[in-house]
């Protein structure tokens, strides 16, 4: 069964430092990932995603993420954070092609970001 | 260019009361998902509308029912609330085929 593992339920780092958080997934097919962040209260924002191609990827914010088949994983980074950084991340894969399209996500439960001054 | 809207922002329902969430898709999008988000959790798949049909569904009861306009716009219902439903239920829209779910901020729904 498709599934998305996030091993860290809450991370904090200092503001200035780099961060990483990690990401595994389960599915047969090659899989379209993607990273969300989620601020208190609202919705999801897409980060960054990965469908094919080079296998590190560029988002917003500052965000990169790197796909390693070999190992399953998907994992976040950030150079520098920032305090606005503080929130929740979501990894997911879609799952459930239909035309071609990822008719739905597959969500880890998350990992909380805080940020230290 | 408005993104997805929803609404109400919160609720709050009494058991085996039923309830209606309504979704307005980004501009341009004509597909919507449906998530429910219990607290501590990820957004889990509840179904998807496209040309006003459901085109997949994950795995939750008939209790929980959708709809698609003309306009794309959507309705979820939930029939006989149970505590368990109390949830953040997000709308996500996408243009047809593509694969970048465009997120709303969501309906609060608490069952009391």
């Known amino acids: 069964a498709q599934s998305v593992t996030q091993p860290d339920i809450h991370i904090t780092v200092s503001e200035g430092a780099s961060l990483e958080l990690r990401c595994n997934y389960s599915?047969?097919?090659?899989?379209?990932l993607f990273w969300y962040v989620q601020s208190p209260g609202q919705g999801l924002q897409l980060l960054l995603k990965?469908?094919?191609?080079?296998?590190l990827v560029q988002g917003i914010k500052g965000f990169e993420a790197e796909f390693k088949r070999s190992q399953s994983s998907f994992n976040l980074r950030k150079p520098s954070v920032h305090w606005s950084d503080a929130a929740e991340y979501f990894c997911?894969?879609?799952?459930?092609?239909?035309?071609?399209?990822?008719?739905?996500?597959?969500f880890g439960k998350g990992t909380k970001l805080s940020v230290k001054p | 260019d408005a993104g997805v809207t929803q609404s109400p922002t919160h609720l709050i329902k009494t058991r085996g009361q039923q309830v209606t969430l309504r979704c307005s898709p980004k501009?341009?999008?004509?597909?919507v998902s449906w998530y429910q988000q219990a607290l501590g959790q990820g957004p889990q798949f509840i179904f998807q509308?496209?040309?006003?049909?459901?085109?997949q569904r994950g795995n939750f009861p008939d209790r929980f029912s959708g709809h698609q306009f003309p306009n794309y716009s959507s309705e979820l219902n939930v029939n006989a609330l149970l505590l368990g439903d109390s949830a953040l239920y997000l709308c996500?829209?996408?243009?047809?085929?593509?694969?970048?779910?465009?997120f709303g901020p969501g309906t609060r729904l608490t069952v009391t």
């Open positions: 501009s341009g999008h004509d597909t």
């Open positions: 509308y496209y040309e006003e049909e459901e085109r």
């Open positions: 599915y047969g097919a090659t899989p379209y």
């Open positions: 997911a894969v879609g799952a459930g092609d239909y035309g071609g399209s990822q008719g739905n996500l597959i």
């Open positions: 990965y469908f094919s191609g080079d296998t």
């Open positions: 996500a829209s996408v243009l047809g085929s593509g694969y970048e779910q465009y």
